[in-house]
């Protein structure tokens, strides 16, 4: 092999080292069966999440899992693979994908990592499961604020009640 083509595939193991670094989750998952229509509708959902799914060849990504500190991950680098990248919601790949898979059997979910811990098939499909961040926050936010609401209605009572007794 030249010089020049081993150059250019460290090049393409450095790119996908950088994307694993980058990436805040990757779920790798097995696309075999799908087809043109189902793969493009699953780029579209994960791309409107702020997603990036790649085919990759799994010697490079055994490489450069190595690299990244993610070799834990080489024993799901097998057959055809697809790795989803989020770089921002981590749980965001776990959920679309699984919806996915839950509706297209042909999708299977390999493993992958979330915020920087390899993860099982079965801790992704509960990471799936959990509300959104803006889900969360906003149950915070009913939360805190039903104490000061409780607090609002007693002191409305007692009012109501005291227009009661001097209209007697």
């Not at 989020?86 to 390999?110: G, W």
Request: glycine share 6%; net charge negative.
């Amino acid at each position: 092999m030249s010089e020049q083509a081993i150059a250019v595939k460290a090049k393409h193991v450095d790119a996908v080292v950088d994307k694993f670094n980058n990436a805040t989750s990757a779920i790798v998952v097995d696309y075999r069966g799908l087809t043109v229509e189902q793969v493009t509708d699953l780029r579209k959902q994960l791309r409107d999440a702020g997603v990036q799914m790649n085919v990759i060849k799994n010697k490079v990504l055994t490489r450069a899992a190595d690299k990244a500190g993610y070799g834990d991950l080489n024993e799901v680098f097998a057959g055809p693979t697809a790795v989803a990248f989020s770089d921002e919601d981590p749980i965001a790949p776990a959920k679309i994908l699984k919806k996915f898979a839950d509706s297209v059997d042909a999708l299977e979910i390999k493993g992958g990592y979330i915020e920087g811990k390899i993860v099982s098939v079965d801790e992704i499909n509960t990471y799936a499961t959990l509300p959104s961040r803006e889900d969360l926050l906003s149950m915070l936010a009913s939360e805190l604020q039903a104490p000061v609401r409780n607090v609002a209605y007693a002191i409305k009572a007692i009012v109501d009640k005291g227009d009661e007794g001097d209209a007697a």
